[in-house]
């Protein structure tokens, strides 16, 4: 029987309502084929989305069309690069990094872009590991708070008026702090805020309410209570209960969060060791649940009802809709956010690194993946990849 355009039309709704009502499943839906976008020549460790670009930052120090061999066709950008979200294509924003770009968040305004890293000038201009541009001009500010290492990861929340920071460092604003610190947006004055992670800081993320801190990383201590690479702080600093516990041969790489629960990805190095990724309620300590696949994890993020994770991960026989042992490791997956179950239909791949991409970020709609790989979903891609 042949069907009126109004048929077709309830027919289309009604199955659209019916995916709404599926748990995990997002309607503004990321594909499983990569769009055409600008790669790069080295590493990429940090990706953002504001105002209809998306940036990333690393080791690179060109960038080159989409299907450009490595060497051809190759325009400077030192660390860090601009390419349209919709197109792909390069943008004008353009400076020079002297050192590898690590972090990158814009603020919730979407008037500055903050990048973190191993730099000490940018445009010939001192910027001691942290630095902002002006949006949508991408002209560098005049903010200039300073640390003595590397920055690795910076968060904020509600207006942004504080900017939390971790990585590896002794001093911020010319006082003691120990790999962790907070700054004010306007000014970068350094604030209060203290705590004595024993070792690096990896990632850090604040909580959607603005109450807790959650750092993770190689430390073993904070302020002298033992927590193995994941703690969660308060504003002050002072360490407050949690029960996710990481194992002794692991650390926590990455960070996302929703309105109530921080997401965290683990690399572990050994039999044995937590690689896989995990929810808690950062107010209440509480875990909601964990995967324990195998195949480090480097990044994660979420985008609608998923989470979508960059490992390499090669055995998740313990996860709903996960997969036995494979010696073609997955690079990229998704979970359901309410409870890890894995998305089976979902695995596009990344080739290059055997750790898998290094980093993600989203617009909300995009995924944007960066890494460095060399190929995607088989095709040629150095670096940089977006799908949606």
């Keep these: 029987m042949k069907r009126t355009p109004y048929a077709v039309l309830l027919a289309a709704l009604m199955v659209a309502s019916a995916l709404a009502l599926i748990p995990g ?98 445009d010939g201009t001192a910027r001691g590991h942290l630095a902002t541009f002006a949006l949508p001009s991408g002209a560098l500010a005049s903010w200039k708070p300073s640390v003595t290492g590397r920055v690795k990861s910076i968060s904020t929340f509600g207006d942004g008026s504080t900017l939390y920071v971790g990585g590896s460092f002794g001093t911020a604003g010319g006082q003691a702090r120990t790999n962790v610190a907070a700054f004010t947006s306007s000014t970068g004055a350094l604030l209060p805020f203290r705590a004595t992670p024993d070792g690096s800081v990896r990632a850090l993320i604040v909580s959607a309410n603005g109450s807790r801190v959650v750092i993770g990383g190689g430390f073993n201590h904070v302020n002298g209570v033992a927590r193995r690479a994941l703690a969660i702080l308060n504003t002050s600093g002072a ?76 055995d998740c026989h313990t996860v709903v809709g996960g997969f036995p042992q494979t010696t073609t490791p997955h690079h990229l997956m998704r979970e ?40 995607v979903n088989n095709k040629p891609q150095q670096g940089f990849a977006q799908f949606g």
């Excluded at 400077?76 to 197109?87: D, G, I, V, Y």
């Excluded at 969060?257 to 808690?280: I, K």
Aim: proline share 5%; with cysteine.
């Design 239 to 314: 360490v407050q209960p949690q029960q996710t516990v990481i194992s002794s041969c692991s650390e926590v790489t990455s960070f996302a969060r929703t309105t109530s629960a921080v997401f965290l990805g683990a690399e572990g190095t050994g039999g044995g060791c937590f690689d896989g990724t995990a929810a808690l309620n950062p107010t209440t300590g509480a875990q909601l649940w964990r995967d324990n696949c195998l195949g480090a994890t480097q990044a994660v993020q979420v985008i609608g009802s998923w989470l979508y994770v960059g490992s390499h991960a090669h």
């Design 25 to 122: 499943r997002a309607l503004a839906d990321v594909p499983t084929s990569a769009s055409s976008t600008w790669q790069t020549n080295g590493v990429v460790y940090a990706v953002a989305y504001v105002r209809g670009l998306v940036y990333i930052g690393g080791s690179f120090t060109t960038v080159r069309p989409p299907g450009a061999a490595a060497g051809t066709r190759e325009v400077a950008r030192n660390h860090l690069a601009a390419f349209s979200a919709t197109t792909g294509a390069l943008a004008s924003f353009n400076h020079n990094v002297n050192g590898t770009v690590y972090s990158l968040l814009p603020s919730p305004s979407a008037a500055r872009l903050y990048i973190g890293g191993d730099f000490t000038a940018i």
């Design 336 to 375: 359901n956010v309410s409870n890890g179950h894995i998305d089976h239909g979902w695995f596009p791949n990344t080739s290059g690194n055997p750790l898998g991409p290094r980093s993600l970020g989203s617009d909300g709609t995009r995924l944007g993946v960066g890494g460095d790989f060399r190929s």
